[in-house]
């Protein structure tokens, strides 16, 4: 399937680009909940390719997770923009999502 803000690079791997906000949030969650649905058991998201974020990405990541919990699946997000690291730690959630630190330096 085809998606518009979210590409497929491995079978587990998938790059969210561009713009996370109110604008494009349902849009990009129900991408999400579809990429979801395709992968096997788990799903790597890269958020390099995010070019601006606000707290709508913070809501966004939170119901990928709920849904991933949902089917029983695994979620793990990754790469994550400075901007989009600072969005998370003042809504304190950065101990509540699957971040993976290795791949995020400044975590």
């Known amino acids: 399937m085809a998606h518009q803000q979210i590409e497929q690079r491995t079978p587990q791997l998938?790059?969210?680009?561009?713009?996370m906000d109110f604008e494009?949030?349902?849009t990009l969650e129900k991408e999400g909940f579809e990429v979801l649905d395709e992968v096997k058991d788990r799903l790597i998201l890269d958020f390099s390719s995010v070019e601006r974020v606000n707290s709508a990405g913070a809501v966004i990541l939170?119901?990928?997770?709920?849904?991933?919990?949902?089917t029983?699946?695994?979620i793990?997000?990754?790469?994550?923009?400075?901007?989009?690291l600072k969005v998370l730690e003042?809504?304190?959630?950065?101990?509540?999502?699957?971040?993976?630190?290795s791949a995020n330096p400044s975590v």
């Open 72 to 74: 029983g699946k695994g």
């Open 90 to 101: 003042v809504s304190d959630l950065m101990e509540i999502l699957p971040i993976n630190p």
């Open 24 to 26: 494009n949030a349902a």
């Open 62 to 70: 939170l119901s990928w997770l709920r849904y991933a919990l949902k």
């Open 14 to 19: 998938y790059g969210v680009i561009g713009t």
């Open 76 to 84: 793990e997000f990754q790469r994550l923009p400075e901007q989009f």
